[in-house]
Nanobody
Framework: QVQLVESGGGLVQAGGSLRLSCAAS????????MAWYRQAPGNQREMVASITRGGTTKYADSVKGRFTISRDNAKTTVYLQMNSLKREDTAVYYC???????????????WGQGTQVTVSS
């Protein structure tokens, strides 16, 4: 089994910053791509940022220049630094990791439980 645990969400005023963390644990051989998604009420889940094992990053247009994704391979943790937050960034943020499991000897996608980010005006 593989578990992803997010932390760092909360309530922040517009223009403020938050840093999300997602720690992976369990039967992990290696972690490939990792990403952050978000889902606002009434909306579909959307990709916010992704990072490969080699460090290549991608961002949704709506967050470019404001959010930064990074990862610590040694600790199997991915971060999302969110600056200049806007009300429209309010959502539940989910971590996604493609993990090659020692238990199954295959790669699968795993999701975290989500962490709420609320931006007030």
């Amino acid at each position: 089994q593989v578990q992803l645990v997010e932390s760092g969400g909360g309530l922040v005023q517009a223009g403020g910053s938050l840093r999300l963390s997602c720690a992976a644990s369990g039967s992990i051989f290696t972690i490939n791509d990792m990403a952050w998604y978000r889902q606002a009420p009434g909306n579909q889940r959307e990709m916010v940022a992704s990072i490969t094992r080699g460090g290549t990053t991608k961002y949704a247009d709506s967050v470019k220049g404001r959010f930064t994704i990074s990862r610590d391979n040694a600790k199997t943790t991915v971060y999302l630094q969110m600056n200049s937050l806007k009300r429209e960034d309010t959502a539940v943020y989910y971590c996604l990791a493609n993990v090659f499991s020692k238990a199954t000897w295959s790669a699968s996608d795993y999701w975290g439980q989500g962490t709420q980010v609320t931006v007030s005006s």
